[in-house]
């Protein structure tokens, strides 16, 4: 089994910057892929980033290209999700999950991942 904890959420002003971090605990799949995906209120989750087990290959949604970078440091068996230039648009609840040999292109990748996190909330003021 496989814990994911988010943290870094909170209230940021339009233009401003936060850094979302994901810890994993438990016994992952080898090579296990680590994703961001998102749900705004009243709306359907939605994949933001993905990242391979290496770190070297990265997938971005059109709406976080040129925003946000994912990375993740596997000595800490952690994720982050750095987003820029922050929209209210981009306001909703983040969330990690974990997957293997993951297509991030997969307009239905949420449903291939094995685990999630709980999630944390991102508030965008205008």
């Known amino acids: 089994q496989v814990q994911l904890v988010e943290s870094g959420g909170g209230l940021v002003q339009a233009g401003g910057s936060l850094r979302l971090s994901c810890a994993a605990s438990?016994?992952?799949?080898?090579?296990?892929?680590l994703g961001w995906f998102r749900q705004a209120r009243e709306k359907k989750r939605e994949f933001v980033a993905g990242?391979?087990?290496?770190?070297?290959?990265?997938h971005y949604a059109h709406s976080a290209v040129g925003r946000a970078t994912i990375s993740r440091d596997n000595a800490k068996n952690t994720v982050y999700l750095q987003m820029n230039s922050l929209k209210p648009e981009d306001t909703a609840v983040y969330y990690c999950?974990?997957?293997?040999?993951?297509?991030?292109?997969?307009?239905?990748?949420?449903?291939?991942?094995?685990?999630w996190g709980k999630g944390t909330l991102v508030t965008v003021s205008s």
């Open positions: 990242i391979d087990w290496s770190g070297t290959a990265t």
């Open positions: 438990g016994r992952p799949r080898q090579n296990y892929t």
């Open positions: 999950a974990s997957g293997w040999e993951t297509v991030w292109a997969d307009p239905n990748v949420e449903y291939a991942m094995d685990h």
